[in-house]
C-alpha cells in the first residue's frame, strides 16, 4: 500500500512540474512579437510598457503622438483574431494597472483601473 502511495505521489509531483514548466515556458521572451490567446496572427512590435504608473502612460502616448506611433492596449490578452496590435506599434501591457480605487456596497459601485479583472474585483 505504502509503494502504490509512494508512485502516486511521485506522478502527482511529475504532473505538477511538467505543468509549471509549460506554463512558464509559454511566457513571451520576445517582446518584439505579440499575439493574442488565439495565436492565431503574431505581429512585430516596437515595444510593450507596462502600465503601472500613470505618468509612465503619459509620457508614453505623448512619445508615440510626437513619433506617429500607433498604440494598442492590452489586457489578459483573451480577444480572438489577432487584429488587437499594429505592427510596429507600441502596447500598453495594463495588467498591472489594476488598484480598486473605491467600492461602495451600499450603491453597489466600484471604480477600478484599467488593467483591473474580475478576479481582482471578486477579491474586494
Not at 520576445?30 to 507596462?50: A, G, H, W, Y
Not at 495594463?94 to 459601485?109: A, C, P, R, V
Request: hydrophobic residues 35%; glycine residues 8%; charged residues 25%.
Amino acid at each position: 500500500m505504502k509503494k502504490k502511495l509512494l508512485a502516486f505521489a511521485l506522478c502527482i509531483g511529475a504532473y505538477a512540474a511538467l505543468f509549471a514548466y509549460s506554463v512558464h515556458s509559454d511566457q513571451k521572451t520576445d517582446t518584439s512579437e505579440m499575439t493574442d490567446v488565439s495565436r492565431l496572427m503574431p505581429v512585430k512590435i516596437k515595444q510593450t510598457v507596462k502600465g503601472q504608473e500613470g505618468e509612465t502612460l503619459i509620457d508614453t502616448v505623448k512619445e508615440a503622438n510626437r513619433k506617429n506611433i500607433k498604440i494598442s492596449i492590452a489586457g489578459a490578452q483573451h480577444s480572438m483574431g489577432g487584429h488587437t496590435y499594429y505592427e510596429d506599434g507600441i502596447v500598453l501591457d495594463m495588467t498591472g494597472y489594476n488598484k480598486i480605487l473605491s467600492f461602495d456596497q451600499e450603491k453597489k459601485t466600484i471604480r477600478v483601473q484599467s488593467g483591473a479583472t474580475w478576479n481582482d474585483i471578486r477579491n474586494t
